[in-house]
């Protein structure tokens, strides 16, 4: 039989529901993979064999006892990885920080809920950047991970543990969020399709804040098919978050159309910038050209405040992360530091459980929001954000999506900015716009520089379109093979 690891997740579906195997025999075969992987990539804080393999034989039980396929979950069975930002009650979730190291919530985010209530299996909690600060998985507190294409390369970050395990086929699917490109952008380092999901499309609860304006709760998988099956699972209004949009989820079109002809892509000119790497931007202009050829018709744009995008961003999150990572006190919950006075249960209990970047930026975040500077800085960076989404509403009146890098470069090597925080936050600078004005994106792999390292295409649309996406996404991927491609590892 072919290696069951090796199967899309149509071709998991399929089998499953004409029980050619059953999710047991699947995920036993998922949990050979981490073992056999796992120490050469280090994608997971936590793996949950256990509990995995009683959730497969309680889906396996479940279709012999209900035969007829429409009364069930077409995951039904169906393994995925979590990234360990989200809550899965009575399992440890450190947010990739020392200060929740011992953390076991007592409840569990409601699109994990969601996703279980379809019968899938949990196969772990991913790595991650602390508290999703950083764009590489070097700032976790426990280790770094290792991108499966050059173990010498990081994989990306915030989620490239869950990225590193998808690309690895240590999981056919896995959770992430993203608050200025923790999705896109270690899906494009890695190789695979990543989705950023419109803002409030997918609930927070459950999702530990970094930046309570700017976080989503996105999806990786091999292929844009992939993404669009779990997110409409996933997706949807939640009354346990103030942000939900209450619209309803439209019906998605399964039989997308393999051609582009009436679509209307926009290619913004301040998106190809000097320095960016000039294998991405071949790979990434070859790719649009075959959209052109598809039948879509392609307009240069303009979007001239994403200049803005950095410095807007990096006073706005760290603002809502100062605030969101105030409730670390040493009190309630997480590591305390034994200390008789309760200023230095805060100080010490903050000082040894935050690490140099989280730091960093909380303090960049109260400067920003203290007395005398908040309108100078934190209130001018949110007119600033009006303008950039401005930029966007005005384009998408004449565009169904917009096509641009993912990043401006590959995957850097490890170590290589961990000594320049500015060049590790430039390397966002075409994926932070997108969550400053709320919109869908997706990665997509167009190709390989010369170290044959996969580029990533990002494509956004209007507020709740994620149809869009996936529609021109799967259409390219018809007439590709980049998404099929798998990395050699070295064990």
């Known amino acids: 039989m072919k290696d069951l690891t090796a199967l899309s997740l149509s071709q998991i579906i399929t089998m499953l529901s004409s029980k050619q195997i059953s999710s047991l025999e699947l995920t036993n075969a998922y949990l050979q993979q981490i073992e056999r992987f796992e120490p050469s990539i280090q994608a997971f804080i936590t793996t949950t064999p256990e509990l995995a393999r009683q959730q497969a034989k309680k889906a396996d039980d479940l279709r012999v006892r209900i035969s007829r396929d429409d009364q069930l979950s077409p995951l039904l069975g169906v393994p995925f990885a979590i990234k360990d930002a989200l809550a899965l009650q009575d399992i440890r979730c450190t947010s990739g920080s020392k200060i929740l190291e011992n953390f076991i919530p007592q409840y569990t985010a409601t699109t994990v809920q969601r996703l279980l209530d379809a019968g899938m299996v949990v196969l772990g909690k991913t790595n991650m950047d602390e508290f999703a600060m950083g764009s590489s998985t070097e700032n976790s507190a426990f280790f770094t991970t290792y991108n499966p294409w050059d173990l010498q390369r990081v994989p990306g970050g915030s989620s490239g543990g869950s990225a590193a395990a998808v690309a690895a086929h240590m999981a056919p699917l896995a959770l992430g969020s993203d608050t200025g490109g923790s999705v896109r952008q270690p899906a494009s380092f890695c190789g695979i399709t990543g989705l950023k999901p419109t803002y409030g499309r997918c609930s927070r609860f459950g999702l530990i804040a970094y930046g309570s304006s700017l976080d989503t709760v996105g999806v990786f998988g091999h292929s844009a098919r992939d993404v669009s099956l779990i997110f409409q699972q996933m997706a949807g209004h939640d009354p346990l978050d103030s942000t939900s949009i209450a619209v309803p989820l439209p019906a998605y079109n399964d039989n997308n159309p393999t051609d582009l002809k009436g679509k209307r892509i926009g290619v913004p000119r301040e998106y190809f910038i000097e320095g960016m790497q000039p294998a991405v931007e071949q790979a990434v202009r070859a790719a649009i050209d075959l959209m052109r050829s598809l039948g879509a018709s392609i ?25 969101n990572l105030a409730r670390f006190d040493g009190i309630r919950y997480g590591y305390s530091a034994d200390q008789k006075h309760l200023l230095d249960v805060y100080k010490e209990s903050r000082g040894a459980g935050f690490g140099q970047e989280v730091k960093r930026r909380i303090m960049l ?37 917009i096509a641009t890098p993912v990043a401006p470069t590959t995957a850097f090597r490890i170590g290589e900015h961990n000594n320049d925080p500015l060049a590790m936050y430039l390397g966002d600078i075409f994926t932070l716009p997108t969550n400053l004005a709320g919109l869908p994106g997706l990665s997509l792999p167009v190709g390989f520089d010369g170290d044959h390292l996969p580029v990533g295409l990002q494509l956004l649309a209007a507020p709740l379109q994620e149809q869009q996406l996936f529609q021109i996404a799967n259409a390219y991927q018809m007439a590709s093979d980049w998404h099929l491609q798998s990395p050699q590892i070295t064990t």
């Open 299 to 323: 307009h240069e744009i303009s979007l001239p405040h994403t200049a803005f995008a950095l410095p807007v961003y990096y006073i706005i999150a760290p603002a809502e992360a100062s605030a």
């Open 365 to 401: 975040g109260t400067y920003a929001l203290s007395a005398g500077y908040y309108d100078a800085y934190y209130g001018q960076a949110q007119k600033v954000r009006t303008l950039i989404k401005r930029d966007f509403d005005q384009a998408f009146e004449n565009l169904d999506v």
